[in-house]
T-cell receptor, first 113, second 110 residues
Framework: SQTIHQWPATLVQPVGSPLSLECTVE??????LYWYRQAAGRGLQLLFY??????ISSEVPQNLSASRPQDRQFILSSKKLLLSDSGFYLC????????????FGPGTRLTVL | QKEVEQNSGPLSVPEGAIASLNCTYS??????FFWYRQYSGKSPELIMF????GDKEDGRFTAQLNKASQYVSLLIRDSQPSDSATYLC??????????FGKGTRLSVIA
């Protein structure tokens, strides 16, 4: 069965510090991978998605970036965090792009102080 | 503009009643529709999807789709306190894989 991992589970970082969140998927090959952010009082916002190694599509311009160094690894990064980057970061995957069913990891709760 | 609209709630129903959650969307070209359940502090969990007009039933859950009116709904029969959560509607939009509504918070009162 497929499993998706995210770490860390929670993170508290000061403004201006760097960020690296990691997502890995087990039990599947060639998944599409997604990064979402859910801020307080707001819906799920798609940040990036990737259809393969090295292929990244950005949905919203901001101070975040994403990379996919391996088939089942997706990384979200920032060089300098802003207060507005606080939120619940979720990684998701899908294999069958015909129907867009997405399955979410456990998430990382980020607080920027 | 990508719009998936849901009433934020809270929607309160007594235990054993039918909970009805609604979602409207703006893209007439959307072909698939998803319902996710999200417990407080947890990640969303896919519970239903529907592609064709009409009803789709899965246990206590029924998804209803009306493409002409651009709405999709989720009915939960025999609501239980464990159904208390936020329910998210999601729709593909152009090149965006899924656009999510802000969710409806459901509270089932014992």
């Amino acid at each position: 069965s497929q499993t998706i991992h995210q770490w860390p589970a929670t993170l508290v970082q000061p403004v201006g510090s760097p960020l690296s969140l990691e997502c890995t998927v087990e039990g599947t090959s060639n998944p599409n991978l997604y990064w979402y952010r859910q801020a307080a009082g707001r819906g799920l916002q798609l940040l990036f998605y990737s259809v393969g190694i090295g292929q990244i599509s950005s949905e919203v311009p901001q101070n975040l970036s994403a990379s996919r160094p391996q088939d089942r690894q997706f990384i979200l990064s920032s060089k300098k965090l802003l207060l507005s980057d606080s939120g619940f970061y979720l990684c998701a995957w899908t294999v069958d792009t015909r129907n867009n069913e997405q399955f979410f990891g456990p998430g990382t709760r980020l607080t920027v102080l | 503009q990508k719009e998936v609209e849901q009433n934020s709630g809270p929607l309160s129903v007594p235990e054993g009643a039918i909970a009805s959650l609604n979602c409207t969307y703006s893209d007439r070209g959307s072909q698939s529709f998803f319902w996710y359940r999200q417990y407080s502090g947890k990640s969303p969990e896919l519970i239903m999807f529907i592609y064709s007009n009409g009803d789709k039933e899965d246990g206590r859950f029924t998804a209803q789709l009306n493409k002409a009116s651009q709405y999709v709904s989720l009915l939960i029969r025999d609501s239980q306190p464990s159904d208390s959560a936020t329910y998210l509607c999601a729709v593909p939009w152009g090149n965006t894989p899924l656009v999510f509504g802000k969710g409806t918070r459901l509270s089932v009162i014992a």
